[in-house]
Protein backbone atom coordinates (compact mmCIF):
# COMPACT_ATOMS: atom_id res chain seq x y z
CA UNK A 1 0.00 0.00 0.00
CA UNK A 2 2.68 2.81 0.90
CA UNK A 3 4.95 2.44 -2.41
CA UNK A 4 1.63 3.26 -4.08
CA UNK A 5 0.93 5.93 -1.76
CA UNK A 6 4.27 7.34 -1.99
CA UNK A 7 4.57 7.50 -5.95
CA UNK A 8 0.89 9.37 -6.17
CA UNK A 9 2.73 12.75 -5.75
CA UNK A 10 5.36 11.98 -8.04
CA UNK A 11 2.51 10.64 -10.85
CA UNK A 12 0.70 13.85 -10.56
CA UNK A 13 3.64 16.09 -11.33
CA UNK A 14 3.60 14.22 -14.41
CA UNK A 15 0.09 15.12 -15.44
CA UNK A 16 -0.74 17.65 -18.19
CA UNK A 17 -0.76 20.70 -15.97
CA UNK A 18 -2.61 23.48 -18.80
CA UNK A 19 -6.32 21.95 -18.84
CA UNK A 20 -8.66 25.26 -18.31
CA UNK A 21 -9.77 22.92 -15.03
CA UNK A 22 -6.40 22.61 -12.95
CA UNK A 23 -6.90 26.46 -13.22
CA UNK A 24 -10.41 27.02 -11.41
CA UNK A 25 -9.56 27.20 -8.02
CA UNK A 26 -12.28 24.31 -6.96
CA UNK A 27 -10.72 22.17 -9.13
CA UNK A 28 -7.61 22.66 -7.37
CA UNK A 29 -9.17 22.40 -4.19
CA UNK A 30 -10.09 18.87 -5.29
CA UNK A 31 -6.79 18.10 -6.82
CA UNK A 32 -5.40 18.99 -3.13
CA UNK A 33 -7.55 16.85 -1.36
CA UNK A 34 -7.43 14.23 -3.94
CA UNK A 35 -3.60 13.78 -3.64
CA UNK A 36 -2.01 13.86 -0.21
CA UNK A 37 1.12 15.43 -0.71
CA UNK A 38 4.15 12.96 0.92
CA UNK A 39 5.28 15.36 3.73
CA UNK A 40 1.73 14.17 5.26
CA UNK A 41 2.30 10.45 4.74
CA UNK A 42 5.47 11.65 7.99
CA UNK A 43 3.25 11.84 10.94
CA UNK A 44 5.36 11.74 13.40
CA UNK A 45 5.25 12.48 17.31
CA UNK A 46 5.50 16.15 17.16
CA UNK A 47 4.27 18.23 14.45
CA UNK A 48 5.04 21.72 13.03
CA UNK A 49 2.49 24.74 12.50
CA UNK A 50 3.21 24.63 8.72
CA UNK A 51 2.74 20.69 8.25
CA UNK A 52 -0.25 20.44 10.26
CA UNK A 53 -2.00 23.57 8.29
CA UNK A 54 -0.84 21.86 4.95
CA UNK A 55 -1.95 18.34 5.90
CA UNK A 56 -4.96 18.53 7.96
CA UNK A 57 -7.15 18.54 4.97
CA UNK A 58 -5.54 15.56 3.66
CA UNK A 59 -5.40 12.98 6.61
CA UNK A 60 -8.06 11.00 8.42
CA UNK A 61 -7.14 12.97 11.48
CA UNK A 62 -8.71 14.94 14.28
CA UNK A 63 -7.23 18.11 15.88
CA UNK A 64 -7.89 18.55 19.95
CA UNK A 65 -7.19 22.06 21.05
CA UNK A 66 -6.91 21.17 24.60
CA UNK A 67 -6.81 25.00 25.94
CA UNK A 68 -10.00 26.40 28.21
CA UNK A 69 -13.24 26.63 26.59
CA UNK A 70 -12.49 30.51 27.21
CA UNK A 71 -9.10 30.79 25.01
CA UNK A 72 -10.76 28.25 22.34
CA UNK A 73 -13.49 31.15 22.06
CA UNK A 74 -10.95 33.85 21.51
CA UNK A 75 -9.36 32.35 18.40
CA UNK A 76 -8.79 28.41 17.73
CA UNK A 77 -7.44 26.72 14.68
CA UNK A 78 -9.64 26.34 12.18
CA UNK A 79 -11.28 22.62 12.09
CA UNK A 80 -10.07 21.82 15.75
CA UNK A 81 -12.19 20.53 18.44
CA UNK A 82 -12.85 22.05 21.67
CA UNK A 83 -11.84 19.74 24.55
CA UNK A 84 -10.36 21.04 27.34
CA UNK A 85 -7.59 19.37 29.39
CA UNK A 86 -9.70 18.96 32.62
CA UNK A 87 -12.81 16.58 31.48
CA UNK A 88 -10.47 14.87 29.52
CA UNK A 89 -8.03 13.95 32.20
CA UNK A 90 -11.06 13.28 34.33
CA UNK A 91 -9.76 15.58 37.37
CA UNK A 92 -13.03 17.27 37.33
CA UNK A 93 -15.11 14.26 38.22
CA UNK A 94 -12.94 13.58 41.26
CA UNK A 95 -13.96 13.44 44.78
CA UNK A 96 -12.74 14.90 47.71
CA UNK A 97 -9.77 12.30 49.23
CA UNK A 98 -9.45 10.77 45.67
CA UNK A 99 -6.36 10.90 43.84
CA UNK A 100 -5.96 13.46 41.50
CA UNK A 101 -5.30 13.11 37.54
CA UNK A 102 -6.20 9.77 37.09
CA UNK A 103 -7.38 8.09 33.94
CA UNK A 104 -11.19 8.06 32.69
CA UNK A 105 -13.27 5.47 32.96
CA UNK A 106 -12.91 3.72 29.59
CA UNK A 107 -16.48 3.30 28.43
CA UNK A 108 -16.54 7.50 28.56
CA UNK A 109 -13.28 7.54 26.88
CA UNK A 110 -14.20 5.65 23.75
CA UNK A 111 -17.62 7.04 23.92
CA UNK A 112 -16.32 10.84 23.70
CA UNK A 113 -13.86 9.70 21.01
CA UNK A 114 -16.36 8.00 18.36
CA UNK A 115 -18.63 11.94 19.52
CA UNK A 116 -15.54 13.67 18.30
CA UNK A 117 -14.70 11.76 15.16
CA UNK A 118 -12.03 9.87 16.11
CA UNK A 119 -12.88 6.56 14.12
CA UNK A 120 -10.97 2.97 15.63
CA UNK A 121 -12.69 0.40 13.49
CA UNK A 122 -11.34 -1.87 11.01
CA UNK A 123 -11.77 0.60 8.31
CA UNK A 124 -10.99 4.01 9.83
CA UNK A 125 -7.99 4.72 11.86
CA UNK A 126 -8.21 8.16 12.66
CA UNK A 127 -4.86 10.49 13.54
CA UNK A 128 -5.08 12.72 16.25
CA UNK A 129 -3.01 16.39 16.84
CA UNK A 130 -2.80 17.46 20.12
CA UNK A 131 -2.86 21.50 20.83
CA UNK A 132 -1.64 22.63 24.34
CA UNK A 133 -0.92 26.07 25.64
CA UNK A 134 2.29 27.11 26.28
CA UNK A 135 2.78 28.77 30.20
CA UNK A 136 4.73 29.50 33.37
CA UNK A 137 5.00 26.59 35.45
CA UNK A 138 4.50 24.43 32.35
CA UNK A 139 0.77 22.78 33.53
CA UNK A 140 -0.18 23.93 30.08
CA UNK A 141 2.18 22.04 28.13
CA UNK A 142 2.21 18.76 30.03
CA UNK A 143 -1.53 18.53 29.30
CA UNK A 144 -0.56 17.14 25.72
CA UNK A 145 1.40 14.41 26.84
CA UNK A 146 -1.00 13.59 29.72
CA UNK A 147 -3.55 13.49 26.68
CA UNK A 148 -1.55 11.21 24.82
CA UNK A 149 -1.17 8.78 27.52
CA UNK A 150 -4.88 9.05 27.82
CA UNK A 151 -5.18 8.16 24.32
CA UNK A 152 -2.42 5.13 24.54
CA UNK A 153 -4.71 3.77 27.22
CA UNK A 154 -7.52 4.14 24.95
CA UNK A 155 -5.80 1.70 22.86
CA UNK A 156 -4.86 4.30 20.20
CA UNK A 157 -1.71 3.36 19.11
CA UNK A 158 1.15 5.13 19.55
CA UNK A 159 1.81 6.27 16.21
CA UNK A 160 -1.12 7.68 15.96
CA UNK A 161 -1.33 10.21 17.94
CA UNK A 162 0.93 13.85 17.60
CA UNK A 163 1.48 16.78 19.92
CA UNK A 164 1.67 20.45 17.82
CA UNK A 165 5.37 21.16 18.55
CA UNK A 166 5.25 25.17 20.60
CA UNK A 167 1.12 24.26 20.94
CA UNK A 168 -1.13 27.37 20.21
CA UNK A 169 1.51 30.07 20.14
CA UNK A 170 3.52 28.94 17.65
CA UNK A 171 0.37 28.43 15.18
CA UNK A 172 -0.37 32.34 15.51
CA UNK A 173 3.33 33.31 15.86
CA UNK A 174 3.67 32.04 12.11
CA UNK A 175 0.94 34.16 11.34
CA UNK A 176 -1.67 30.83 10.02
CA UNK A 177 -5.47 31.69 9.60
CA UNK A 178 -7.16 30.85 13.35
CA UNK A 179 -11.08 31.65 13.56
CA UNK A 180 -13.96 31.08 15.87
CA UNK A 181 -16.06 29.28 13.90
CA UNK A 182 -17.10 25.76 15.97
CA UNK A 183 -16.96 22.91 13.76
CA UNK A 184 -19.35 20.16 14.65
CA UNK A 185 -18.01 16.61 14.35
CA UNK A 186 -18.90 13.83 12.55
CA UNK A 187 -19.13 10.88 14.70
CA UNK A 188 -17.36 8.05 14.11
CA UNK A 189 -17.18 4.53 15.53
CA UNK A 190 -14.20 3.98 18.47
CA UNK A 191 -13.98 0.05 19.21
CA UNK A 192 -11.01 -0.77 21.08
CA UNK A 193 -10.10 -2.34 24.57
CA UNK A 194 -7.82 -0.35 27.39
CA UNK A 195 -4.25 -0.84 27.11
CA UNK A 196 -3.08 -0.75 30.52
CA UNK A 197 0.59 -2.55 30.32
CA UNK A 198 2.30 0.46 30.55
CA UNK A 199 0.71 1.44 34.09
CA UNK A 200 2.12 0.39 37.36
CA UNK A 201 0.82 0.49 40.95
CA UNK A 202 2.33 1.81 44.31
CA UNK A 203 3.15 -2.08 45.25
CA UNK A 204 4.72 -2.52 41.93
CA UNK A 205 6.83 0.29 42.58
CA UNK A 206 7.59 -0.39 45.93
CA UNK A 207 9.48 -3.84 45.09
CA UNK A 208 11.67 -1.42 42.30
CA UNK A 209 13.04 1.11 44.72
CA UNK A 210 17.51 0.56 44.78
CA UNK A 211 17.69 -0.88 42.27
CA UNK A 212 19.49 1.45 40.05
CA UNK A 213 22.54 -0.68 39.60
CA UNK A 214 20.16 -3.24 38.07
CA UNK A 215 18.85 -0.76 35.17
CA UNK A 216 16.06 0.14 37.13
CA UNK A 217 15.01 4.00 37.80
CA UNK A 218 12.40 5.45 39.14
CA UNK A 219 12.63 8.97 37.67
CA UNK A 220 11.14 11.75 39.39
CA UNK A 221 9.54 15.03 37.22
CA UNK A 222 8.82 17.25 39.92
CA UNK A 223 11.22 20.62 40.34
CA UNK A 224 14.33 20.23 42.29
CA UNK A 225 12.82 22.19 45.65
CA UNK A 226 9.78 19.50 45.41
CA UNK A 227 11.69 16.47 45.28
CA UNK A 228 14.39 17.53 47.63
CA UNK A 229 11.70 18.49 50.15
CA UNK A 230 12.57 22.06 50.62
CA UNK A 231 8.69 22.44 48.70
CA UNK A 232 5.81 20.69 50.12
CA UNK A 233 2.75 20.60 47.16
CA UNK A 234 -0.55 20.76 48.71
CA UNK A 235 -1.66 17.09 47.57
CA UNK A 236 1.36 15.37 49.24
CA UNK A 237 1.34 15.13 52.79
CA UNK A 238 5.16 14.51 53.22
CA UNK A 239 7.91 16.35 51.86
CA UNK A 240 10.62 14.71 49.67
CA UNK A 241 10.57 11.73 46.69
CA UNK A 242 10.28 7.73 46.41
CA UNK A 243 13.64 6.05 47.71
CA UNK A 244 16.26 6.09 45.60
CA UNK A 245 14.02 7.70 42.85
CA UNK A 246 16.16 10.42 40.46
CA UNK A 247 15.37 14.00 39.32
CA UNK A 248 14.46 15.34 36.23
CA UNK A 249 12.40 18.51 36.19
CA UNK A 250 9.89 17.98 33.56
CA UNK A 251 10.28 21.95 33.14
CA UNK A 252 13.10 21.15 31.39
CA UNK A 253 12.26 19.39 28.67
CA UNK A 254 10.45 22.28 26.91
CA UNK A 255 12.10 25.19 25.45
CA UNK A 256 11.00 28.79 26.83
CA UNK A 257 8.25 29.32 24.28
CA UNK A 258 7.10 25.55 24.76
CA UNK A 259 8.60 23.65 21.83
CA UNK A 260 10.40 20.59 22.72
CA UNK A 261 14.26 20.85 23.19
CA UNK A 262 16.23 18.40 20.54
CA UNK A 263 16.50 15.03 20.96
CA UNK A 264 19.98 15.66 21.39
CA UNK A 265 19.52 17.77 24.05
CA UNK A 266 16.84 16.05 25.56
CA UNK A 267 19.12 12.35 25.60
CA UNK A 268 21.68 14.94 27.12
CA UNK A 269 19.92 16.14 30.08
CA UNK A 270 18.61 12.22 30.50
CA UNK A 271 22.43 11.17 30.82
CA UNK A 272 23.25 14.30 33.15
CA UNK A 273 20.41 13.13 35.66
CA UNK A 274 20.40 9.14 35.50
CA UNK A 275 24.02 8.42 33.76
CA UNK A 276 24.78 5.94 31.31
CA UNK A 277 22.83 3.04 33.61
CA UNK A 278 19.59 3.90 31.72
CA UNK A 279 19.18 1.70 28.62
CA UNK A 280 16.26 1.75 25.39
CA UNK A 281 15.73 -2.29 26.22
CA UNK A 282 17.92 -3.02 29.33
CA UNK A 283 16.22 -2.69 32.62
CA UNK A 284 13.80 -0.22 33.30
CA UNK A 285 12.15 3.38 33.83
CA UNK A 286 8.98 4.20 36.05
CA UNK A 287 8.40 7.81 35.58
CA UNK A 288 6.70 9.73 38.82
CA UNK A 289 5.51 12.93 39.61
CA UNK A 290 3.44 14.82 41.97
CA UNK A 291 -0.15 13.48 40.44
CA UNK A 292 0.86 12.26 36.76
CA UNK A 293 1.23 15.19 34.86
CA UNK A 294 4.77 15.85 34.54
CA UNK A 295 5.47 12.38 34.32
CA UNK A 296 3.47 12.16 31.40
CA UNK A 297 5.60 14.55 30.07
CA UNK A 298 8.87 12.47 30.83
CA UNK A 299 6.80 9.45 29.63
CA UNK A 300 6.05 11.22 26.08
CA UNK A 301 9.73 12.22 26.37
CA UNK A 302 11.61 8.87 26.78
CA UNK A 303 9.24 6.69 24.67
CA UNK A 304 7.67 8.75 21.85
CA UNK A 305 11.49 11.44 21.25
CA UNK A 306 13.93 9.10 22.72
CA UNK A 307 12.55 5.48 21.80
CA UNK A 308 12.42 4.27 25.03
CA UNK A 309 10.49 0.69 24.90
CA UNK A 310 11.07 -0.12 28.75
CA UNK A 311 9.11 2.67 30.01
CA UNK A 312 6.29 2.31 32.91
CA UNK A 313 3.78 4.94 34.41
CA UNK A 314 3.25 5.61 38.00
CA UNK A 315 0.07 7.50 37.83
CA UNK A 316 -0.64 7.72 42.27
CA UNK A 317 2.96 9.53 42.49
CA UNK A 318 4.20 11.42 45.53
CA UNK A 319 0.23 12.01 46.27
CA UNK A 320 -0.65 8.36 46.78
CA UNK A 321 3.39 7.41 47.78
CA UNK A 322 3.14 9.91 51.16
CA UNK A 323 -0.39 9.53 52.00
CA UNK A 324 0.05 5.57 52.14
CA UNK A 325 2.67 6.02 54.58
CA UNK A 326 5.27 4.81 52.39
CA UNK A 327 9.26 5.86 53.14
CA UNK A 328 10.09 9.25 51.97
CA UNK A 329 13.13 10.29 51.21
CA UNK A 330 14.88 13.62 51.16
C1 LIG B 1 16.60 21.99 47.05
O1 LIG B 1 16.43 22.58 45.75
C2 LIG B 1 16.39 23.99 45.73
C3 LIG B 1 16.07 24.43 44.33
O2 LIG B 1 17.03 24.00 43.43
C4 LIG B 1 17.73 24.54 46.25
O3 LIG B 1 17.69 25.95 46.26
C5 LIG B 1 17.97 24.01 47.65
O4 LIG B 1 19.23 24.42 48.09
C6 LIG B 1 17.89 22.50 47.69
N1 LIG B 1 17.94 22.05 49.07
C7 LIG B 1 18.64 21.00 49.45
C8 LIG B 1 18.55 20.64 50.89
O5 LIG B 1 19.34 20.36 48.68
Excluded at 209 to 222: A, T
Aim: hydrophobic residues 40%; proline residues 8%; aromatic residues 10%.
Amino acid sequence: MLPSLVLLPAIAGLLPSVSAAALSSNAQKIEDRAITPLACLFFGDIVSPWWLNRCKQHLDMVVIDLRSAEEYAVSHIPGSISAPFEPISAWSQMGPGDLLLELPEYNDLAAFLGSIGVGNSPSTATKIVLVNGVGVPAFPQAAGPRVALTLKFAGLSTGRVAILDGGFPAWTSESLPSTTEVPVPVPKTFISSPDRSFLVDINYVASKINKNRQGIFILDGRDQAVYNGSILEEWAQRPGHIPSAKNLPTQKVWNPDGSFKSTFELLALLRQQIGYGASRSYGEIIVSCGVGGYASGLYWVLTRMLGFDNVKFFDGSAQQWSNEGYPMEL
